[in-house]
């Protein structure tokens, strides 16, 4: 896994967690890859998965069932998109709008831009056989 020096790592991990959430690989109540296999899947050290682990058990995405292994809680997703969403309004946003005004990109030309991203993303998940 390629990091980024902007934010740590086990965050980083933890976002690609929650992505893979989002995107199906791990169903709600799903068992998630231990500590060690994810850990040698993205090429960290261990103790650097479980930090990531511990962040998303303590925000409620995954649960620990003791002995056997992390699970997907219920509702992961939706919480997951809760919370981007939040943080996203309150900490992106006012730094996404500030460029789009000072790149003098219009409201329109980002609809726009908008609607052909959603267009791309619904075909490329559903591309017709």
């Not at 992505?19 to 090429?43: F, K, M, Q």
């Amino acid at each position: 896994m390629d990091f980024k020096d902007n934010k740590t790592i086990y965050l980083q991990i933890a976002d690609r967690i929650c992505d893979e959430i989002l995107l199906g690989r791990y169903a709600e109540e799903a068992r998630i890859p231990s500590v060690r296999e994810y850990a040698a899947l993205v090429e960290v050290n261990a103790n650097t998965v479980m930090r990531s682990y511990d962040h998303l058990q303590s925000r409620e995405v995954i649960y620990n069932k003791r002995g056997i292994g992390y699970f997907v809680s219920p509702g992961a997703a939706d919480l997951i998109r809760s919370l981007r969403r939040e943080r996203f309004l309150h900490e992106e946003a006012d730094y996404f709008y500030r460029q789009l005004f000072t790149l003098n990109v219009s409201p329109e030309e980002l609809a726009g831009m908008y609607r052909d991203y959603i267009k791309n993303q619904t075909t490329t998940e559903h591309p017709e056989s």
